[in-house]
């Protein structure tokens, strides 16, 4: 009988031990430290060591896996993340098409997701669907308001053959109508592609006075650059997926002259005293910097650091539900990610609801232009 009990203690006893192992906060992040999105994953790779070891006074197991810019291989490490490593959140991917596929694991297992673009998903999955990045509706609208205020008529577009080419085109055909600016030629483009000579050219012989260009990083000058080269004189648009220094360095003296709606991080230090976000922006950039060296600084950094001040902010309120490493723990976090107020981070101010799971308003955006291989806030843009 002793024999018994003594066994019965040491079994409850090695249970509570493995609880109390498993109680730390489980993280998961996959990104595109590989493939045409790496201009972005690679930043966000290096923001992830500089993360919090804890949050809420619980251990922090961060794992972080590279999606090489693969849909497939998104969905495959999300689920890896939350089967066996047993995650209470999602971070990633640092692409459309690699947070859509995200996304089918997150509604599935009920696991929330913090995705680091603006990812449009199905109904069945967005109440698990969280975006740290400015939605494409609200940066496009910034830029019709920039046309109809030069003069912009005629209107060219040329975007990834994708999810996130198509998601800016239909925000696009929306926010132009009743502007008396007419969209006059649609081309597309694949994030792998080395040439756009036939769509630069079916654009610029529609003559347009302006075109928007929809790509990311390094891939977004393609377009840009042989736009220049074929003789085009109008206008040039860029997105926020745009604004980083691959695509400023690739793009050269070509890219001078483009508008590009962006976040205020990317110039946090050109914002006024009194912006709520130059704070925020200027040191992030510094941190980055004391590790990476002067001048390392990545904007798309910023969104894992965004995202992970969203489960940062979160956590505490799930905690007073559940414990982490259960089911009821991931509805907690997901209810309590959804219930964010006023939350300021580097690229804008969050307050979530269950119809807006991005939670940014007009604050989170800002007009720049490229000028002597820089982005320039325009005056009076924030």
Wanted: proline share 6%; net charge positive.
């Amino acid at each position: 009988m002793k024999a018994s009990i003594k066994k019965a203690a040491l079994l409850v006893a090695a249970a509570l031990a493995g609880a109390t192992a498993h109680a730390e906060v489980r993280i998961g992040v996959t990104l595109s430290a590989t493939g045409p999105a790496a201009a972005l994953g690679i930043p966000q790779r290096n923001m992830a060591a500089l993360l919090p070891a804890s949050i809420g006074g619980e251990k922090v197991e961060l794992t972080v896996f590279d999606d090489a810019t693969d849909p497939s291989a998104a969905n495959r490490n999300a689920r890896r993340l939350a089967t066996e490593n047993k995650v209470d959140v999602i971070i990633g991917s640092s692409n459309v098409p690699g947070c859509a596929a995200i996304a089918e694991v997150a509604a599935e297992l009920k696991l929330a997701q913090v995705a680091m673009c603006p990812v449009e998903v199905p109904p069945a999955s967005a109440p698990w669907v969280f975006r740290a990045p400015q939605s494409n509706g609200l940066m496009a609208s910034a830029l019709v308001a920039h046309m109809k205020q030069n003069g912009v008529k005629t209107l060219g577009f040329i975007g990834y053959a994708d999810a996130y080419g198509e998601g800016w085109l239909r925000d696009l055909r929306r926010l132009l109508e009743g502007t008396g600016i007419s969209l006059v030629a649609v081309e597309r483009y694949a994030r792998t592609d080395t040439a756009v000579t036939a769509q630069a050219l079916k654009l610029a012989s529609a003559a347009p006075d302006a075109i928007l260009i929809v790509g990311s990083g390094a891939p977004a000058a393609l377009p840009h650059t042989t736009l220049v080269e074929r003789g085009y004189k109008g206008r040039l648009y860029q997105t926020h997926a745009a604004a980083n220094a691959d695509f400023l360095r690739v793009g050269g003296k070509a890219i001078e002259g483009a508008i590009l709606p962006v976040g205020p991080v990317v110039v946090a230090s050109q914002l006024p005293a009194e912006h709520p976000l130059r704070k925020p922006g200027i040191d992030l950039a510094k941190r980055y910097e004391e590790k990476y060296g002067q001048g390392s600084f990545n904007p798309f950094a910023a969104y894992l650091n965004d995202a992970f001040l969203l489960v940062q902010q979160a956590v505490p309120v799930a905690l007073k539900t559940a414990k982490p490493g259960t089911p009821e723990f991931r509805v907690a976090l997901r209810d309590a990610l959804e219930g964010l107020r006023n939350v300021e981070a580097t690229n804008g101010v969050f307050s979530m609801s269950a119809a807006d799971h991005s939670g940014l308003d007009e604050r989170a955006r800002v007009l720049v232009k490229v000028e002597a291989g820089a982005f320039r806030l325009l005056p009076g843009s924030y």
